[in-house]
Every structure is written in structure tokens, then in C-alpha cells.
């Protein structure tokens, strides 16, 4: 199967978690190779906007959705030294245990996120929140667990920036808790010519 089909039947994939956990399970083993073929972008950009605003390297990071480990390959080439990884499919941890950047690794239970405000200076979700992946209301509870003066950031991808569900809770975000202080809109996958944008989020209270 060539990574364009691949990428087809993740857009049109269910966002039920079980559906979700077993195409995971079964791209893990080509995810990296499928990806790099098609001019992956994102997780680079992301590493670059967070390192603008987190000089603390050493910082601990929690890396949502972190898949194969290439999220957390891109913030361990940006400098960051303490970085965890998270994820629904137990197929991609075993890659990413694999990758070895991560400092603890564990898999997701839909719908929760159980980390403490505070626990970490940054969380990001590189690729994850949107159609295909994790539902709009997955940024909320990713929010709930980012402390006062840290930061969230993450990539909405060029469909999910027309769909009314993700923009809301976007919107929902920065009218309440956060401010808005970077938005790098790049490549996203260069073969299939789709952009994205690299949010990052501060917390204000």
C-alpha cells in the first residue's frame, strides 16, 4: 500500500478509540518510512516554535500522541533533554520505546489525561488533534493539564482548519485561559501539499 493510500484511509477512518488503536497498531511498522516519504514537516516546525519560547532546555515535556517517537526524535534534535511520550496505540510504543528519546513512555486510555496542572513546562501533540486522529475535544483535556505560564502547542492541519468543531475549541481556549503566542503556518506532508499550523498556547491563569 503506497503512503498516499494509507494516508486516504486514515481521513477516512472512524474516531472511535478502538477503531483508532487498531490502524495504529497495524501502520506502526511502516509509519516512519511512510511519512519520511512524503515530506513529513510538522513535527520539525513544532520543535522549532516550542524552542522559541522555552529556553529551558532540561524542561520537562509531555509529548501527546507521540507515536512512532519522530515527535520526540524533532524535540531531542531542538535540544530538549526530558521529554515523555504518550499514546493510544501500544503498536507505536513499542516504536517509540525503540527510538529511545523518550524518558517514560505509557499508552492512553481514551478520554483521559491523567497529569497534574503544572507537571510539565510544555505539552505538545504534533499531528493529533484532528480528522483522522483525535476529536476536537481532545484539546481541551490536553489544556486542562497545562499549568499557569506553561505552555500547550500543537498542529492543526489544513482540513481540521475548516471545520467548525476544532476551530471552536481553539477559540474556546484563548477567550478563556490562554494567550495565543505563536502561529507558524508551514509545510504539513509536502507530497500531498498540505500545510499546517504550529499553535503555541500560554496559560495565563
Partial sequence: MSSDDVFDRVYRSSSDPASQRALYDDWAGSYDRDLEASGYATPGRLARVLAEHLSDRDAPI??????????????????????????????????????????????????????????????????????GAAPASTLPLIAAAVGPDD??????????????????????????????????????????????IVYALRRTR
Fill in 62 to 131: 509531555l509529548d501527546v500522541g507521540c507515536g512512532t517517537g519522530m515527535s520526540g526524535r524533532a524535540l531531542a534534535d531542538a535540544g530538549f533533554t526530558t521529554i515523555d511520550g504518550a499514546d493510544l496505540s501500544s503498536g507505536m510504543l513499542d516504536q517509540a520505546e525503540r527510538a529511545a528519546v523518550h524518558r517514560r513512555l505509557w499508552q492512553l486510555t481514551a478520554g483521559e489525561l491523567d497529569v497534574a496542572p503544572g507537571t510539565y513546562r510544555a505539552i505538545v501533540a504534533c499531528g493529533v488533534i484532528g480528522i
Fill in 151 to 196: 505552555l500547550l502547542v500543537f498542529s492543526f492541519n489544513d482540513q481540521v482548519q475548516t471545520d467548525d468543531d476544532y476551530m471552536s475549541a481553539l477559540a474556546a481556549l484563548v477567550d478563556s485561559d490562554f494567550d495565543k503566542v505563536a502561529a507558524d503556518e508551514g509545510v504539513h506532508i509536502a507530497s500531498r501539499n498540505s500545510t499546517s
